[in-house]
């Protein structure tokens, strides 16, 4: 080594020597190069010129190109402005101008109404209010006697004016299914029908009518009857109506047009030169043209309509298909199973970005609904943001129920509107929202949605989805858990171990490394515990005959005392335990296997019902270390019992039936995301802490609860009538650690007693000594909270409170020459250490500023191995108790395959290996 290196100091105590180890961190992050040309330097933007007559012809601009260039040449602006000015004037001067009262005519509403017609195809383009105002602009086209045919799945608003002026103008309105032109024709009547309004796709359950073919019929049959198509949920940029054979097509300019939700407008565009003039007319004479800041707005919002809707339909579409996946009844026609698919690939450019399912249940939807947290409770769509509602009680309340029921409108459909945000996003919301809402779900898509790329030009394509085989609906409905996997992470204790066991504020967090275990459904009525990690140790148990007469079983919601019972104990001891676990190489087991049978047996509500199954767990984490191996493993036999003892909700497979086809059950990926409830992550801490009860003898609680919890926490035992609890901590996750360990076998048990006795010895210097160790916690924790404190000025302190608490440990006798070393080899490198966990040898824990060199790490790492220790660099403060349910119905061979397999992974790969095998859910 380096002789400066064995000069250096700890930097909080000479802070200017800290260059050895430290980066420069401007430098490191290369912020003084210039990789990014600034924008001076990069060359202008240039639209393109005129074509010079040797040049070849230009193609007509794409779409998306037109929606951006804004230019009117008949209506150059005087001063070249970029933009279109807004006009805010109500009258404009002189005699023979060509604008003279903004109700009638202006310039900023022209530009607009000019840019619509391009965009849209028209001849013609007016722009009003508001779309229901478009709406009534068309109907006022109408007179008494006059019928229409409108579609049975109408937006509430078009109801509500259809039926004012059934019964205020004597206008006939007929109701249909407009997905089935058979239905359109009989009624179509030349000389009465004056109208046939349609949307398609249909709001709120996205039906396709084949809008040419209804043209064609419908003007073969009544020549003077309109065709008038509501366009709003495809906007231009999807489909136009007009080039399919439409007489008007109307648009609320409020929603994709505008895309922000900050104004209302309404869009009329037609060809017939007749019916632009009535239009014009009627919007004059009525006063209902959309103001110029209103246009203006607009304006600003179409610029970016084919951007938006790429990006929102390519999220729509995702999200369609994952509720699809989970067999949700989705109405959207972007999915293959929508019945009209086909006809709307034929007419429209992309299936949009709205979509509704249906869930079975009114209430459900309503929890569903209220539970999300992303998507905005709104009606209206179209907006960059997503929202979410329920028809029938939103957008459609105007519409009778029974009417409403008599259409097919279900109460509990929920409409979705995606936005543009991430879309992984948005599903996570909404399948946290749906888990909330009590429904679990299956895990079958572990990657669904791709990186948003934009497209240019090319015909709309669903993007590519990755999925993992979907069930088959058969299988859906037998939602049998053969297998559960559960794990359960270790923990680093920062401050206050031991002292914690007297009623002290301790800190730990949970570590990135995980007992996991395996439990299958026997049929056999045996329980067998399998221990890969001690020695390969294996019992089966013939369930009835294990002690059963000495357990006073715990019935449902009933807690353990605060002592374990003796009774149990000693039958297990004396009964129960097979003769191996008293062979030198199983040492280790007989705790674990006292453990798990008193779980197993207190835990029966019933005594006759005893759940067979075998279990086996691995760790990937050192045993006997500190690190919380015990409590992991608590934290999985307690959740497996409660699992198999049917006491808790994650035992129901939960059955919910959404809709007549489909039952879902099963689990999703959550990357440590909380999708367990805190109720269930309360109860296995509950009965962990049993568990960790018979392995410890007077454990504090903190492993357990770290374990099943994650995270970070400060965790104060209740003890002498003093309040006990735990608080969460969020500054914690980002710090790095290295972990030692010692390779020193102890017990905690042991060592917890050690102090306790060292304690008793000498309660002044006792008490003192835990004062102390509680205002390190203390101190920790503040500045663990604090977010305002700069990180250096953290990271420095709590280096310091490192070292102190150590010095107290060592103090209480639960060091060792092993961990003295540690810190002396750490302390050279000018890093401060600690014993963590009960001490006796286990591990150290290091703190490693964030500026620490890497390759000073490297050699403190490889000179820890050059002395015996085996150093682990771990990131804290994740997932705590996680579950995967495994769904199907697998061949006795097939389970045996899974045990094989998962016992076989080399301890490496395990991690891996699990998270590979499905989703799993997280407290
Ligand atoms: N994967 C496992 N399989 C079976 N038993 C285990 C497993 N991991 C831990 N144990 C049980 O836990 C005991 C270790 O507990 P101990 O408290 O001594 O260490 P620790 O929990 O790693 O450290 P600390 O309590 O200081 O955090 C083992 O002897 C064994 O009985
Ligand atoms: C030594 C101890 O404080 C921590 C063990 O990880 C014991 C306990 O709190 O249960």
């Given at each position: 080594m380096?002789?400066?290196?064995?000069?250096?100091?700890?930097?909080?105590?000479?802070?200017?020597?800290?260059a050895?180890?430290?980066?420069?961190?401007?430098?490191?992050?290369?912020l003084?190069?210039?990789?990014?040309?600034?924008?001076?330097?990069?060359p202008?933007?240039?639209?393109?010129?005129?074509?010079?007559?040797?040049?070849?012809?230009?193609?007509?601009?794409?779409?998306?190109?037109?929606?951006?260039?804004?230019?009117?040449?008949?209506?150059?602006?005087?001063?070249?402005?970029?933009?279109?000015?807004?006009?805010?004037?109500?009258?404009?001067?002189?005699?023979?101008?060509?604008?003279?009262?903004?109700?009638?005519?202006?310039?900023?509403?022209?530009?607009?109404?000019?840019?619509?017609?391009?965009i849209?195809?028209?001849?013609?383009?007016?722009?009003?209010?508001s779309?229901?105002?478009?709406?009534?602009?068309?109907?006022?086209?109408?007179?008494?006697?006059?019928?229409?045919?409108?579609?049975?799945?109408?937006?509430?608003?078009?109801?509500?004016?259809?039926?004012?002026?059934?019964?205020?103008?004597?206008?006939?309105?007929?109701?249909?299914?407009?997905?089935?032109?058979?239905?359109i024709?009989p009624l179509?009547?030349?000389?009465?029908?004056?109208?046939?309004?349609?949307?398609?796709?249909?709001?709120?359950?996205?039906?396709?009518?084949?809008?040419?073919?209804?043209?064609?019929?419908?003007?073969?049959?009544?020549?003077?009857?309109l065709?008038?198509?509501?366009?709003?949920?495809?906007s231009?940029?999807?489909?136009?109506?007009?080039?399919?054979?439409?007489?008007?097509?109307?648009?609320?300019?409020?929603?994709?047009l505008s895309?922000?939700?900050?104004?209302?407008?309404?869009?009329?565009?037609?060809?017939?030169?007749?019916?632009?003039?009535?239009?014009?007319?009627?919007?004059?004479?009525?006063?209902?043209?959309?103001?110029?800041?209103?246009?203006?707005?607009?304006?600003?919002?179409?610029?970016?309509l084919?951007?938006?809707?790429?990006?929102?339909?390519?999220?729509?579409?995702?999200?369609?298909?994952?509720?699809?996946?989970?067999?949700?009844?989705?109405?959207?026609?972007?999915?293959?199973?929508?019945?009209?698919?086909?006809i709307?690939?034929?007419?429209?450019?992309?299936?949009?970005?709205?979509?509704?399912?249906?869930?079975?249940?009114?209430?459900?939807?309503?929890?569903?609904?209220?539970?999300?947290?992303?998507?905005?409770?709104?009606?209206?769509?179209?907006?960059?943001?997503?929202?979410?509602?329920?028809p029938?009680?939103?957008?459609?309340?105007?519409?009778?129920?029974?009417?409403r029921?008599?259409?097919?409108?279900?109460?509990?459909?929920?409409?979705?509107?995606?936005?543009?945000?991430?879309?992984?996003d948005?599903?996570?919301?909404?399948?946290?929202?749906?888990?909330?809402?009590?429904?679990?779900?299956?895990?079958?898509?572990?990657?669904?949605?791709?990186?948003?790329?934009?497209?240019?030009?090319?015909?709309?394509?669903?993007?590519?989805?990755?999925?993992?085989?979907?069930?088959?609906l058969?299988?859906?409905?037998?939602?049998t858990?053969?297998?559960?996997?559960?794990?359960?992470?270790?923990?680093?204790?920062?401050?206050?171990?031991?002292?914690?066991?007297?009623?002290?504020?301790?800190?730990?967090?949970?570590?990135?490394?995980?007992?996991?275990?395996?439990?299958?459904?026997?049929?056999?009525?045996?329980?067998s515990?399998?221990?890969?990690d001690?020695?390969?140790?294996?019992?089966?148990?013939?369930?009835?005959?294990?002690?059963?007469?000495?357990?006073?079983?715990?019935?449902?919601?009933?807690?353990?005392?605060?002592?374990?019972?003796?009774?149990?104990?000693?039958?297990i001891?004396?009964?129960a335990?097979?003769?191996?676990v008293?062979?030198?190489?199983?040492?280790?087991?007989k705790?674990?296997?006292?453990?798990?049978?008193?779980?197993?047996?207190?835990?029966?509500?019933?005594?006759?019902?005893?759940?067979?199954?075998?279990?086996?767990?691995?760790?990937?984490?050192?045993?006997?270390?500190?690190?919380?191996?015990?409590?992991?493993?608590?934290?999985?036999?307690?959740?497996?019992?409660?699992?198999?003892?049917?006491?808790?909700?994650?035992?129901?497979?939960?059955?919910?039936?959404?809709?007549?086809?489909?039952?879902i059950?099963?689990?999703?990926?959550?990357?440590?995301?909380?999708?367990?409830?805190?109720?269930?992550?309360?109860?296995?801490?509950?009965?962990?802490?049993?568990?960790?009860?018979?392995?410890?003898?007077?454990?504090?609680?903190?492993?357990?609860?770290?374990?099943?919890?994650?995270?970070?926490?400060?965790?104060?035992?209740?003890?002498?009538?003093?309040?006990?609890?735990?608080?969460?901590?969020?500054?914690?996750?980002?710090?790095?650690?290295?972990?030692?360990?010692?390779q020193?076998?102890?017990?905690?048990?042991?060592?917890?007693?050690?102090?306790?006795?060292?304690?008793?010895?000498?309660?002044?210097?006792?008490?003192d000594?835990?004062?102390?160790?509680?205002?390190?916690?203390?101190?920790?924790?503040?500045?663990?909270s604090?977010?305002?404190?700069?990180?250096?000025?953290?990271?420095?302190?709590?280096?310091?409170?490192?070292?102190?608490?150590?010095a107290?440990?060592?103090?209480?006798?639960?060091?060792?020459?092993?961990?003295?070393?540690?810190?002396?080899?750490?302390?050279?490198?000018?890093?401060?250490?600690k014993?963590?966990?009960?001490?006796?040898?286990?591990?150290?824990?290091?703190?490693?500023?964030?500026?620490?060199?890497?390759?000073?790490?490297?050699?403190?790492?490889?000179?820890?191995?050059?002395?015996?220790?085996?150093?682990?660099?771990?990131?804290?403060?994740?997932?705590?108790?996680?579950?995967?349910?495994?769904?199907?119905?697998?061949?006795?061979?097939?389970?045996?395959?899974?045990?094989r397999?998962?016992?076989?992974?080399?301890?490496?790969?395990?991690?891996?290996?699990?998270e590979?095998?499905?989703?799993?859910?997280?407290v």
């Open positions: 380096p002789s400066e290196l064995v000069a250096f100091q700890n930097p909080f105590l000479t802070p200017p020597m800290s050895i180890f430290r980066k420069n961190a401007p430098d490191a992050l290369g003084s190069g210039g990789a990014y040309p600034s924008p001076s330097s990069l202008p933007l240039s639209l393109p010129d005129s074509p010079a007559s040797n040049r070849p012809r230009r193609r007509p601009y794409h779409f998306s190109t037109q929606c951006a260039t804004v230019d009117n040449p008949d209506e150059k602006d005087q001063y070249g402005s970029s933009s279109v000015p807004i006009y805010q004037t109500a009258t404009f001067k002189g005699l023979d101008g060509k604008f003279d009262y903004t109700r009638s005519g202006n310039p900023t509403r022209s530009h607009l109404q000019h840019h619509l017609a391009k849209y195809s028209a001849q013609h383009a007016f722009t009003v209010s779309g229901m105002a478009a709406l009534d602009v068309i109907t006022r086209l109408l007179k008494a006697g006059d019928e229409v045919i409108a579609g049975d799945d109408l937006y509430g608003g078009t109801n509500r004016l259809l039926t004012y002026l059934k019964e205020h103008n004597g206008v006939t309105v007929h109701h249909v299914d407009t997905t089935n032109p058979d239905l024709v179509v009547q030349p000389g009465k029908t004056a109208m046939v309004l349609l949307e398609s796709p249909t709001n709120p359950l996205l039906k396709i009518a084949d809008l040419e073919l209804i043209c064609n019929y419908v003007h073969r049959i009544a020549p003077d009857a065709v008038v198509v509501d366009n709003t949920m495809m231009p940029y999807l489909q136009r109506p007009l080039e399919l054979g439409a007489d008007i097509v109307y648009d609320s300019g409020t929603k994709y895309g922000h939700h900050d104004l209302m407008a309404g869009v009329v565009c037609c060809n017939r030169g007749d019916i632009g003039k009535q239009i014009g007319f009627i919007i004059n004479a009525v006063g209902n043209a959309l103001s110029p800041f209103d246009s203006f707005l607009l304006l600003r919002g179409i610029k970016t084919a951007i938006r809707m790429d990006r929102q339909q390519r999220s729509a579409m995702a999200v369609a298909t994952f509720l699809d996946t989970h067999g949700f009844k989705v109405h959207y026609p972007g999915l293959q199973n929508h019945p009209g698919k086909g709307h690939d034929r007419l429209a450019n992309g299936p949009g970005a709205v979509l509704s399912f249906v869930t079975g249940d009114k209430a459900l939807s309503e929890r569903i609904v209220g539970a999300t947290r992303l998507w905005g409770i709104s009606v209206s769509f179209g907006a960059v943001n997503s929202l979410i509602s329920m029938c009680a939103m957008s459609h309340a105007s519409i009778d129920p029974a009417v029921a008599a259409r097919g409108l279900p109460e509990d459909l929920i409409r979705l509107c995606v936005g543009i945000e991430d879309p992984q948005l599903i996570d919301d909404l399948e946290n929202a749906i888990m909330e809402a009590g429904v679990t779900l299956p895990s079958i898509m572990p990657s669904i949605v791709e990186p948003f790329s934009p497209i240019r030009g090319e015909p709309w394509a669903p993007p590519p989805l990755i999925f993992a085989p979907q069930p088959v058969e299988e859906r409905r037998k939602p858990h053969p297998h559960w996997f559960i794990s359960a992470p270790g923990k680093v204790i920062l401050f206050g171990e031991h002292a914690v066991v007297h009623g002290v504020t301790a800190i730990g967090a949970s570590v990135d490394l995980r007992c996991y275990a395996l439990a299958s459904h026997r049929e056999d009525g045996y329980i515990l399998h221990l890969p001690l020695n390969d140790w294996y019992h089966e148990w013939l369930i009835d005959e294990l002690p059963w007469d000495s357990v006073t079983p715990t019935r449902i919601g009933e807690d353990h005392g605060p002592t374990l019972d003796p009774r149990l104990m000693d039958a001891n004396n009964r335990l097979p003769k191996s008293n062979e030198e190489r199983f040492a280790r087991a705790a674990a296997v006292t453990a798990f049978l008193y779980i197993y047996m207190i835990l029966r509500p019933d005594t006759k019902a005893k759940p067979s199954f075998r279990f086996t767990t691995r760790s990937t984490l050192p045993i006997g270390a500190g690190l919380g191996s015990s409590a992991s493993y608590s934290a999985c036999v307690a959740a497996v019992n409660l699992i198999f003892a049917k006491r808790t909700t994650l035992t129901e497979p939960v059955r919910r039936r959404l809709n007549s086809e489909a039952t059950s099963y689990t999703i990926k959550h990357d440590g995301r909380r999708a367990i409830p805190t109720e269930v992550a309360d109860e296995v801490n509950k009965w962990a802490f049993v568990a960790e009860k018979v392995m410890h003898g007077n454990p504090s609680g903190v492993d357990n609860t770290v374990s099943v919890h994650g995270g970070a926490i400060a965790y104060k035992r209740a003890v002498n009538g003093s309040k006990g609890g735990m608080d969460g901590l969020h500054g914690f996750r980002s710090v790095k650690f290295l972990l030692t360990d010692s020193v076998p102890r017990d905690t048990k042991k060592l917890v007693a050690n102090v306790a006795t060292r304690l008793k010895d000498d309660p002044n210097r006792g008490a000594v835990l004062d102390a160790i509680q205002a390190i916690s203390i101190e920790g924790f503040r500045a663990l604090d977010p305002e404190i700069p990180r250096e000025t953290l990271l420095a302190g709590l280096s310091k409170l490192i070292k102190q608490n150590h107290f440990l060592k103090e209480l006798g639960a060091s060792h020459i092993s961990l003295e070393e540690i810190c002396e080899l750490t302390d050279e490198f000018g890093l401060c250490t014993l963590t966990g009960a001490g006796g040898g286990g591990c150290a824990v290091t703190l490693i500023p964030d500026d620490f060199y890497d390759d000073s790490l490297r050699i403190l790492m490889d000179k820890l191995v050059e002395a015996g220790y085996q150093p682990y660099l771990t990131t804290v403060g994740g997932s705590g108790l996680g579950v995967y349910p495994v769904t199907g119905d697998p061949t006795p061979e097939e389970k045996e395959q899974l045990h397999d998962f016992v076989g992974q080399p301890r490496m790969g395990l991690a891996k290996w699990a590979e095998q499905g989703g799993w859910l997280y």
